[in-house]
């Protein structure tokens, strides 16, 4: 947390913290390949805060590039530069990266390493003795950067300097509370060529691709941020280090976006903020001043913020999709949460966004302490009767610094924080291995519920399907196809559609999980309203279902014995829905997972899978479904000796389709989401 304090430009602003020294600022990637997740534009403000100053500033967005790249950058500037201060920041989900950055930057200079971000607002002290940076900066940066930077160049007691952590006597020691910027408009604004923005919007292609939301056009955008933290407190919510509640001025605001399109020649604008405006006149002149630019935008707001004469009104200037933090349809849990917020008025919500012609981005979320399986269901049917097909569900996640990670601290729920805390940094891990279960839920049942949710996004997905008319191959991960919108009579003709999405960048198909099953979900242009289409119906792919097909078929043809792995649970509708595996001669189910193991699947009790199971089936030809740990399982079934021709694997299948050859193919370590929702398996809070 830090503290306001009031700037005095002829002392605080330039004379008094005025300096010389060379600043690499570095922004990690929470994802293996480049992307565009997030732009990295707190860093950026520090930056030009700091240039202003008059220190240099190197910048490296690790976001731009692939992981050998973002490696090799940083040796180059590391070794041919003079480097007087590394500085890098993250949030918590970072811990595992910022480690080994820090590991690696050690052997290669001399510079002070300086770690900010919301990664250093909570567990301060076992980040410090874990990650081991020489500082670290905790609350908003640019004041208390600043003074940290005064104190290295002169040769003064950083202990001197309040808002960081620093080292005396091999100890941490932290210096209390520092400062924050009261006034957001005395900020110069963000360094964003710096950090590289060229290159982040070239990342985004023109047909934006992703399972989550498919742009069809204009999908490019420059993010903004237009006031810092938020004004309400919900229990699962952090706002890391950001202080209360400030805001630019509208008119800041407009000229920053004016600037930036005239700049970048981008029609889009994705306003990061929690929480873009508390207040209706804020949005009212937000809307006044912005509708003369001919751009379209992004925020986020609360439901108890509008009403439809302001949606209508933000309509007109340019707003095409809002996010809602929905949460829960029941009161007992919006409640429970702190969100102040009635399941009537997302209701209202919904119906008048609706009416507006605004798209609507929302998410709920499973796991609070009050969850129990009637308060599930409340909400499973809210989201029925209001057609909130798209609405994802996510888990309840105990960030430090939250009112519910103390309630699990309480709890003895976490018994080791400083692991806990690494088990965040892959998060895909974290939601199935290492998640608390914060409920009265016993735990088996609580992640069959999760479970069962997580299939439930695939199945609602598909309950507004593409109205498909026509298409054809036109390369091995893209085909040209006509179809139309399922909500209003919008039709698209001769369209580019790639699969899997990473294919439309150029990047190597990922043939872990669940691939070739889970379809794209596509905004229609016209209405802003998603709709589903399914892998199957996409050419290029479709041609791959009916090879697989054609084999499962010979193998019913032939009442040959199948012994089936995994024993799929998210998938499992989706898979059954576009393959036919019914009158498979199935002799058994194997899996890893210990929860299934003595489960039902396919009529047979599942069992391990282990060399001495394997032995059992010595004519059966396994049939591996969609899964991560695929290659598990084929490692098993090598060192029994089972040969090539008896096994048929989903994954290696499609990824022999869809890559070209199997050489291509890549499982990243780990997938994140990004700030405004485009992947959904972890989302930062929104009001």
């Known amino acids: 947390m830090s503290k306001l304090v009031t700037l005095r430009k002829s002392e605080d602003l330039r004379d008094d913290l005025h300096g010389s020294m060379r600043i690499l600022l570095i922004s990690p990637s929470y994802a293996s390949g480049p992307n565009t997740m997030y732009f990295p534009i707190g860093l950026s403000y520090i930056s030009s805060y700091i240039r202003n100053l008059g220190h240099d500033v190197v910048a490296l967005n690790m976001n731009n590039y692939d992981a050998e790249e973002r490696d090799r950058r940083l040796t180059t500037l590391l070794e041919d530069q003079t480097i007087d201060v590394v500085g890098l920041s993250a949030l918590t989900v970072a811990f595992n990266e910022i480690e080994r950055l820090v590991r690696f930057i050690r ?74 910027v009261p006034k957001l408009d005395d900020l110069p604004q963000p360094d964003l060529d710096l950090f590289g923005m060229q290159e ?95 751009i379209t935008w992004f925020c986020q707001l609360r439901v108890d913020q509008i009403d439809e004469i302001l949606l209508h009104r933000m309509r007109k200037a340019g707003c095409v999709r809002i996010s809602y933090g929905f949460e829960s349809g029941s009161d007992a849990i919006l409640t429970s949460m702190d969100k102040k917020i009635s399941a009537s008025q997302i209701r209202d919500a919904v119906v008048a966004t609706r009416r507006a012609k605004i798209g609507i981005q929302a998410n709920f979320l499973f796991g609070d302490p009050a969850e129990t399986v009637e308060t599930l269901t409340e909400s499973l049917q809210f989201q029925d009767d209001h057609d909130l097909a798209f609405v994802d569900w996510s888990a309840v996640i105990p960030y430090p610094g ?25 998060v895909s891990s974290y939601l199935w291995k290492h998640m608390v279960n914060l409920t009265s839920i016993p735990d088996e049942r609580f992640m069959e519920l999760y479970t069962e949710l997580r299939e439930r996004n695939d199945v609602n ?29 919008h039709i698209e003709t001769d369209t580019a559609i790639h699969y899997p999405p990473e294919s439309a960048q150029g990047a190597p198909v990922n043939i872990c999980g669940a691939i070739a099953v889970t379809g794209l979900n596509i905004l229609c242009p016209a209405c802003k309203r998603k709709h589903h289409l399914a892998a199957k119906d996409i050419p290029h792919v479709g041609r791959h279902y009916a090879s697989f097909q054609s084999k499962l078929d010979v193998l019913k043809e032939a009442q040959s014995p199948v012994v089936m792995l995994p024993a799929l649970d998210r998938y499992a509708t989706v898979v059954s829905e576009d393959m036919d595996f019914s009158k498979l001669n199935i002799e058994a189910v194997l899996d890893t997972r210990k929860a299934r193991i003595g489960e039902q699947y396919a009529g047979k009790a599942v069992e ?11 004519d059966a030809t396994f049939l591996i479904l969609p899964w991560v740990e695929y290659e598990n399982a084929l490692q098993v079934l090598a060192l029994v000796g089972v040969q090539s021709d008896r096994i048929l694997s989903w994954n290696l ?35």
């Open 107 to 180: 052997p290669r200079t001399d510079a002070k390493i300086v770690l900010g971000g919301g990664i250093t607002s909570c567990e301060s002290e076992i980040v410090m003795q874990a990650i081991r940076p020489d500082f670290m900066v905790v609350g908003e940066g640019e004041l208390i950067f600043a003074r940290l930077l005064k104190a290295l160049e002169k040769g003064q007691d950083p202990g001197r300097v309040q808002g960081i952590w620093y080292w005396k006597d091999s100890q941490p020691v932290a210096t209390g509370e520092g400062l924050a």
């Open 200 to 294: 982040y919007l070239q990342i985004q292609s023109d047909q934006r691709v992703s399972y989550h939301i498919t742009h069809l056009y204009g999908a490019k955008h420059i993010p903004i941020t237009a006031s810092r933290s938020c004004p309400f407190r919900c229990t699962f919510c952090y706002h890391a280090g950001m202080g209360t509640y400030r805001r630019h001025s509208i008119p800041n605001v407009v000229e920053h976006i004016r600037a930036s399109v005239e700049k970048f020649g981008v029609r889009h604008v994705l306003i990061y903020d929690e929480l873009f405006s508390a207040n209706k006149k804020r949005l009212y002149e937000f809307c006044e001043l912005v509708e003369s630019f001919d």
């Open 402 to 426: 939250t009112r519910i990670y103390n309630h699990a601290l309480n709890q003895g729920l976490i018994e080791d924080r400083e692991q806990f805390v690494r088990a965040m940094g892959n």
């Open 461 to 489: 997905h598909r309950r507004h399907r593409t109205l498909k008319t026509s298409g054809h191959v036109s390369s091995v991960t893209s085909s040209q196809m006509d179809f139309g919108c399922p909500y209003c009579d």
């Open 608 to 618: 391990e899978l282990t060399g001495d199971a394997v032995r059992e089936h010595p």
């Open 653 to 687: 299948h499609f990824g022999a389709g869809l890559s070209g050859s199997v050489g291509e193919r890549y499982c990243p370590p780990n997938s994140y989401r990004s700030p405004s929702g485009e992947d959904n398996t972890v989302r930062s809070a929104s009001a």
